[in-house]
């Protein structure tokens, strides 16, 4: 069965700090990725999506990235952090086809202060 | 773009049957899906509509009409349990981006 792991669980960090969240899936090859935000009592924003190894898709951000460095790992990185990248970040992966379920990790609570 | 429109709260009676609404506009549209979320919890799968009609799953049935570009969850024999937040979802463009509506939070009250 396919497994999608995240940490840390939660995390706090400064402003003007940065950032990696890791996310690895197992049990499956070459799934598409999903990076989500979300902010408390909010809906979910996405952020980076990837099809495949070294593919990514940047949906919004202006200090975030992330990188496919493995087929199944997925990381979420930023080099300063802002006030406004507190939230809740979910990664998720999928198959290749339009009907493919979203199955979401765990999540990282990350606050930064 | 892409975007959906959902309410945002809705308040039930234990038992009784609600609809949750979700329109959409987006390109090259490839299905609608619904997923739920407890508080603190991530997001999970509850169902998927491609082709116009209703599915049903135990409680839960989803409802999908193309030409209206509109959908519903509709939850029968609301349990206490139930209480959680709502999303609908699009796959669009390439169908590997997917995009979430805002949620709508159910409360279930005795």
């Known amino acids: 069965s396919q497994t999608i792991h995240q940490w840390p669980a939660t995390l706090v960090q400064p402003v003007g700090s940065p950032l990696s969240l890791e996310c690895t899936v197992e049990?499956?090859?070459?799934?598409?990725l999903y990076w989500y935000r979300q902010a408390a009592g909010r809906g979910l924003q996405l952020l980076f999506y990837?099809?495949?190894?070294?593919?990514i898709s940047s949906e919004v951000p202006q200090n975030l990235s992330a990188s496919r460095p493995q087929d199944r790992q997925f990381i979420l990185s930023s080099k300063k952090l802002l006030l406004s990248d507190s939230g809740f970040y979910l990664c998720?992966?999928?198959?290749?086809?339009?009907?493919?379920?979203?199955?979401f990790g765990p999540g990282t609570r990350l606050l930064v202060l | 773009g892409q975007s959906l429109e959902q309410p945002s709260e809705v308040t039930a009676v234990e038992g009784a049957i609600v609809q949750i609404n979700c329109t959409y506009q987006?390109?090259?549209?490839?299905?609608l899906s619904w997923y739920q979320q407890h508080d603190g919890g991530a997001p999970t799968f509850l169902s998927y509509?491609?082709?116009?009609g209703l599915e049903e799953t135990g409680r839960f049935s989803s409802f999908l009409s193309r030409s209206d570009s509109y959908g519903y969850l509709l939850l029968q024999e609301l349990q206490m349990k139930d209480s959680a937040s709502y999303f609908c979802?699009?796959?669009?463009?390439?169908?590997?981006?997917?995009?979430f509506g805002i949620g709508t939070k159910l409360q279930v009250i005795p």
């Open positions: 990837s099809v495949g190894i070294g593919q």
């Open positions: 987006t390109s090259g549209f490839y299905g």
């Open positions: 979802a699009v796959r669009s463009g390439g169908y590997q981006k997917v995009t």
């Open positions: 509509n491609a082709l116009d």
């Open positions: 049990g499956t090859s070459n799934p598409n």
């Open positions: 998720a992966w999928s198959g290749h086809s339009y009907q493919e379920t979203q199955y």
